[in-house]
Each structure stands twice: as structure tokens, then as C-alpha cells.
């Protein structure tokens, strides 16, 4: 069993609740590490809208550092990517890789300077917004595109070899981040909105774009984001799966489960070990076992190999 998960928000659950990653609350934990020969997960800081400034930084420094505390707490099961090679060298010691992710560049507080600071920590990947405006543009909450700094960042972040997240942002804003970037972005935690209206979801045009850049999209496995209705079923994220198929997705799929996000996912896949398990679930459902394995670690791992540092 092989898992890659492009985001989960467990890190500050972890930190409310006064728990570790040993815990049986929080919907991932290293609980089930000897389950996976391979297991990588990126944990988001995730910056909340009412935090700006000087604040946002040192939130995010914040959390960096609690990362690292929680992490060292557990050497034999977890290591943290500094370098991206590092992979391959932590799954080999079958521990659990854990790749650092910012949600909101509201961390930046618009200083360009702070993507070096930030590439310096060894964050692989910036989500360019939450739901609100910020310094760079915003979420599903306003029609704005990307401010005049959020196009300066897009830049600097390339440069930098730190991944664009383009999940929550709107649908102008992600036509800006089409024109003034130049290399693979990712949906980290995005659905498509032709299997369920929520603007968070990707129009089918967004998701052909990110095929055709050779980009990564995680699957949302929260019911919100699978259907209108809400339900928590299985179905709901194979038509998701299916349909991004349809559209070309098969080198562009991965997880991006937003474990711990504050929401109920389907019961189904409510842990990484019933995730990993639902592999079988879409193999009865006729996913050949080849784009199942891209679905679960290829595509990300290839991904990250090749473009990020």
C-alpha cells in the first residue's frame, strides 16, 4: 500500500487538541505507518483570513517550528523533507515523509522577500489563497483576479522552485495565474464542479488547463465538495475520479484529502489506512490497477521529483 497526499490541516489540530501524531482523535495519524511500504504527506500551516500581517508570518513560523517538535518526537516514523530527494531516502527507511505546505499567502504580507524566507524553510508548496481576499487576490468570496503583487509572486515563486497551489482561488484569479505563469501548478485539495457546483471545485475547463501544464489535482474526499446533497458516500468520489479521467486526467490525479479540515468525509476513506483500502473499491469499479497506482503516489511523487526542490 502506497499513499501521497497532497494536504491535511492535522498539524493545528494536533496543536489545539495537545495531542501527537500517535493520537486516535484526528482523522490522520502514524498510527497504521506499518500498513504502507510508502507513505508521503504534505501538512498544511493553514493561515485563517482574520490573521494579516506580521501575524500571518509569524504564524506560519509558528507552526514550522511545531512541526519539527512533533516530528522529532517520533525519528523512528517520521521524517521531514528538506530536500525533495529526501523522499526516496525516508520511504526507504518506511517512515512516514512529511512535506511541508503553506494554505494562504496571506503569510507573505505582501514582501516578496518572505517567499525567500519561506523557500528557506523547506515549504514545497504556497496555496495563494483561503476563501477571502488577500495581498495576492482571493478565494470563491469575491470575483477580483490577482492583485499586482499576487502576479509578482507567481513569479518569485517559480523562481524559487516553490509549487503554486491554485486551490480556492476564483475562477478570474485562476485565469491570471494561466497567464502570468510558466510552469505546472497544482490543485491540492480541488474537486470538479461538473460532479458538484461548489465554486471551491474546478470548472472543467480549469482542470483541462492544469492537464495540459502537466499539473497535479488532489481529490477532496469532504462531502461538501463531492456533491450538492452532502452525502457521504463512496460513489460521489468515484464520479469525481471518473470524470477528471474523462477529461485526461490520468497523469494529473492524486489525493489531496484535506484530513482534519474541520469537515465529515465519507466514511469510507475517513483514515489513510480506509483510503489506501478503497483502492479496492475503485478496481471493482473497473480503474485499471495502473491509474489506481498513479492516482495513490505516482503522479504526485513524479511530480514533486521533477519540479520542485
Not at 491535511?8 to 484526528?26: F, K, P, W
Request: proline share 3%; net charge negative; charged share 30%.
Amino acid at each position: 500500500m502506497r499513499l501521497f497526499d497532497l494536504h491535511c490541516d492535522t498539524i493545528e489540530a494536533l496543536h489545539e487538541r495537545g495531542e501527537d501524531y500517535v493520537n486516535n482523535s484526528t482523522q490522520f495519524s502514524i498510527r497504521e505507518l506499518d500498513k504502507f511500504d510508502k507513505a508521503v504527506q504534505t501538512m498544511a500551516v493553514f493561515v485563517p483570513d482574520e490573521i494579516r500581517g506580521e501575524a500571518a508570518v509569524k504564524f506560519v513560523e509558528d507552526f514550522y517550528r511545531i512541526l519539527n517538535e512533533q516530528a522529532a518526537k517520533y525519528p523512528e516514523k517520521i521524517g521531514i523533507i528538506e530536500n525533495i530527494s529526501d523522499i526516496d531516502r525516508i520511504t526507504g527507511e518506511h517512515k512516514w515523509a512529511f512535506m511541508r505546505s503553506i494554505e494562504s499567502a496571506a503569510c507573505l504580507n505582501g514582501n516578496l522577500d518572505n517567499i525567500d524566507k519561506f523557500a528557506d524553510m523547506n515549504f514545497k508548496m504556497i496555496g495563494l489563497v483561503w476563501n477571502g481576499a488577500n495581498e495576492l487576490g482571493s478565494g470563491p468570496n469575491n470575483d477580483t483576479g490577482l492583485t499586482a503583487f499576487g502576479k509578482a509572486a507567481v513569479k518569485r515563486m517559480e523562481e524559487r522552485g516553490v509549487i503554486i497551489d491554485c486551490s480556492h482561488l476564483n475562477d478570474a484569479g485562476f485565469e491570471d495565474l494561466l497567464e502570468n505563469s510558466e510552469k505546472p501548478f497544482v490543485a491540492s485539495h480541488s474537486n470538479v464542479r461538473a460532479c458538484c457546483g461548489h465554486p471551491r471545485n474546478l470548472r472543467d475547463a480549469q482542470f483541462s488547463e492544469i492537464v495540459k501544464r502537466g499539473g497535479l489535482c488532489g481529490i477532496n474526499i469532504y462531502s461538501k465538495f463531492l456533491s450538492e446533497k452532502n452525502e457521504k458516500n463512496k460513489e460521489d468520489i468515484f464520479r469525481h475520479i471518473y470524470h477528471m479521467l474523462e477529461l485526461g486526467g490520468e497523469d494529473v490525479i492524486a489525493w489531496g484529502t484535506d484530513f482534519d479540515g474541520e469537515i465529515t468525509p465519507a466514511p469510507e476513506v475517513e483514515n489513510p489506512y480506509k483510503l489506501g483500502i478503497f483502492a479496492e473499491y475503485l478496481l471493482q469499479m473497473g480503474i485499471k490497477e495502473e491509474v489506481i497506482d498513479k492516482l495513490y503516489f505516482d503522479n504526485a511523487y513524479n511530480f514533486f521529483m521533477k519540479n520542485a526542490r
